[in-house]
């Protein structure tokens, strides 16, 4: 049997599937949802799950049984996952490439070779690729980062263009990409900047100080920027920053620093939806908090996008998503980081509907189209 033979070394491990029955309306544009599980460093597990809107079947860990000739399967870290074209995304940090894969199937179609791979965003026909560009590896001497440029089609690196201390997420407004630049290899000297990048000449023309340790950088509905600094886990505590216009400006530019911590985000029309799980090294514990913000005034105006209480029986948020037409939103549980996870989805108004068992670590989902 194939399950036994297509790999000398180690058995291909079957998929598992759960019956969730949440199925979509006909008239729905989205079919599926991909969660990539991230997989304790050094563990190669990284995995793959799937949810089928149609069938109302959970799958878990797809890779290995729809690509069995692959060694060490999908690798080590899974750290981003997106759908672009027919073709799915998955960066697996720690084995320094990004894994392609045919988005309705999830047969692989091939990698690209990026050394220690982050993130990604796409933009007329190109994938970019965040990378920390050195080895795994905390020193104070580390290189700066850079962001690749793939041609879609063949999947091979075109170009690329160096910027800030470890970047991790981008965001593209106007042919300008904004990075933001971490330096968390570099602690306690982290770097606050974000690179912005002009597109059409790929070149980096501007950093702009914003907050040390950055993360999350994602562009609203209304071509704003929203960036978030992770402090420095003792005296300087995480926030949310806002990069937006300023009158006769070509490029954003920092307009709003909030004073909200915040691990990770999603919108859901003029609301952002976020949690937060603040580590304390006095306190050696982390700090976790939910809340929403108006996009338009930039005001908290919930403490918790969770209504009904369930948000207790998350014991570590690790990913959030919104679904982009019901407005379920999507919430990760890392539990103890070294064994299953639970995905928990939560109706719009922020009553849990149902929850599942995930891989290690479950971290990061994007939504499949019809």
Known sequence: MCATGCREDELVVPTE??????????????????????????????????????????????????NPSVIKELGDVG??????????YVTVNCSHKVEVLDANSGVRLGQIDIPNCRYLAFHRGWAYVSSYVGPV???????????????????????????????????IVDDYMYVANSGGYRAPNYDNTVSVIQLIDFKQVEQIK????????????????????????ENIPSRMYVLDKKRGASRLAVTDTLDIACSNMA?????LL???TEWSNWQQKNTITYGVVDIRSKRLVSRNFITDGTDREIAVPYG??????????????????????????????????????????PAHITFLPR
């Open 17 to 66: 599937y759960e019956i969730i029955e949440d199925y979509a309306p006909p008239s729905s544009g989205i079919r599926g949802a991909y969660l990539v599980n991230e997989g304790n460093m050094g563990s190669n597990k990284c995995s793959l799950d799937y949810y089928d809107y149609v069938t109302g079947l959970y799958s878990r860990n797809i890779y290995a049984e729809r």
């Open 274 to 276: 976020f949690y937060a």
């Open 79 to 88: 750290n981003d996952i997106a759908i672009y074209g027919s073709k799915l």
């Open 267 to 271: 919108f859901s029309g003029d609301s």
């Open 210 to 233: 914003v907050g040390i340790n950055l993360h999350r950088c994602k562009r609203d509905r209304y071509g704003k920027v929203w960036v978030t600094s992770r402090g420095n886990y």
């Open 320 to 361: 959030i998503a919104v679904h982009p037409e019901s407005g379920d939103i999507f919430v990760t549980d890392a539990k103890n980081y070294v064994s299953s996870g639970t995905l928990y989805c939560f109706d719009r108004h922020g009553r849990k509907k149902w929850s599942v068992r995930t891989g290690d670590i």
């Open 137 to 171: 590896l905390i020193d104070p001497d580390a290189p700066k980062g850079a962001v690749y440029k793939v041609d879609t089609l063949s999947l091979r690196v075109v170009d690329r263009v160096s910027v800030g201390y470890q970047p991790e997420e981008m965001a």
